[in-house]
Every structure is written in structure tokens, then in C-alpha cells.
Antibody, heavy 117, light 107 residues
């Protein structure tokens, strides 16, 4: 069965960087894109970015553009999201999700990233 | 970016009620819309894609309709397991957006 297992909780200081991993199993990572969505405490879902499996094309939300990079490592079936120059408003649960046909279908369990001095 | 506006923000209903949630897009998104259910502390779960297609394994009491700018999610007979927050999501453009969510509470 399709599973996405994410790395654990992170506590970072403002200005630092964080890298969240998302290990895929039960399907071929090269056949499906990966999206990243975050959810601040008590808030709704916010799209962060995605990477296409077809051609490696990436697109990012304007709010994090220039600070975020999403990548995949097909040798380990793992996707990564790196967010740099962290701010307090980056505190959120970060989810990876497989892009099915053109929408997220299977989701990881989420990774809490807390940014605090 | 395309804005997605859900209504209502909160909905109080009883078991057995028919419930409808509306999602409006700031411009036409054809039928490139999905609906998700989220429970506290859990990842979202896909219910509906392409506005009206039921995801495999999802109860048939969930249905979606609409195209262009106006969409609805209907739960035909609310069950205890359905009390959750629901989000619409447009994937018409390369820049995705979500609605702000509708919390379905027990009346």
C-alpha cells in the first residue's frame, strides 16, 4: 500500500534552516510528483510547493519563494523540503503528499516545525 | 492567485442531517477541484476529485458537484465519524490554493 513517512519534530531558531524528509513506499517515486502543504497551529491548509515527476519542474508559493527548495532522491525514494531563513510564522505542521493524477491523494503523517528563539 | 472561499466557516448539525458546504473560486477553475476531510491531529483525507469524482474507498454519502466558480460538497446523512473540518482545493493553475475550511460540529 502507498505510504509516505515523514521525519520527526524540529525546533529551530529564527534565521536557521530546516529540511523535512518524506520517504515513499508502495509505489514508484519517479512516477508521481510530490507536493508540500503546511498548517499553522489552529489554521487552515496552505500550499507550499510541488515537484513534477514528469520533468522535475518545481513551483512554489509566493510566500516562501526564494526560501524553499523541494527535491527528490529516487535512489532512496525520498522527497525533501528545505526551508531557509526561518521566521516565527513558518511554525506549522508540514505535510508531504503524493500528486495523483493532478491533485494530492496520499498524505504523510506531518512534521511539526517550531521556530522560536 | 485564485482565492477559494468556503461557506459556512462552521456548521452545527445532527446525526442523520443532510449537509452542504459551498466553495467559490475567484475565477473559473473548470472542474479542477478536490475536497478533503481532516480530523484533529491527522493528515487530510481525499474525498472528491475533479469536482464530482468519489475517491476509491470513500463512502457514497459524500458527493460533489459544480464547475467554473461554484462547487458544493454534500453529505447525504451525517454520521458520527463525519464530524471534522472540510477543505476545498483548486489545482487548476500551477499555484494551488485551499479554502479556509468548514468545521462540522455536533449540534
Amino acid at each position: 500500500q502507498v505510504q509516505l513517512v515523514q521525519s520527526g519534530t524540529e525546533l529551530k531558531k529564527p534565521g536557521a534552516s530546516v529540511r523535512v524528509s518524506c520517504k515513499a513506499s508502495g509505489y514508484n517515486l519517479t512516477s508521481y510528483g510530490i507536493s508540500w502543504v503546511r498548517q499553522a497551529p489552529g489554521q487552515g491548509l496552505e500550499w507550499v510547493g510541488w515537484i513534477s515527476a514528469l520533468n522535475g519542474y518545481r513551483n512554489y508559493a509566493q510566500k516562501v519563494q526564494g526560501r524553499v527548495t523541494v527535491t527528490t532522491d529516487t535512489s532512496t525514494s525520498t522527497a525533501y523540503m528545505e526551508l531557509r531563513r526561518l521566521r516565527s510564522d513558518d511554525t506549522a505542521v508540514y505535510y508531504c503528499a503524493r500528486i495523483g493524477l493532478t491533485y494530492p491523494d496520499y498524505w504523510g503523517q506531518g512534521t511539526l516545525v517550531t521556530v522560536s528563539s | 492567485d485564485i482565492q477559494m472561499t468556503q461557506s459556512p466557516s462552521t456548521l452545527s448539525a445532527s446525526v442523520g442531517d443532510r449537509v452542504t458546504i459551498t466553495c467559490r473560486a475567484s475565477q473559473s477553475i473548470s472542474n479542477w477541484l478536490a475536497w478533503y476531510q481532516q480530523k484533529p491531529g491527522k493528515a487530510p483525507k481525499l474525498l472528491i476529485y475533479k469536482a464530482s469524482s468519489l475517491e476509491s474507498g470513500v463512502s457514497s454519502r459524500f458527493s460533489g458537484s459544480g464547475s467554473g466558480t461554484e462547487f458544493t460538497l454534500t453529505i447525504s446523512s451525517l454520521q458520527p465519524d463525519d464530524f471534522a473540518t472540510y477543505y476545498c482545493h483548486q489545482y487548476n493553475t500551477y499555484s494551488w490554493t485551499f479554502g479556509q475550511g468548514t468545521k462540522v460540529e455536533i449540534k
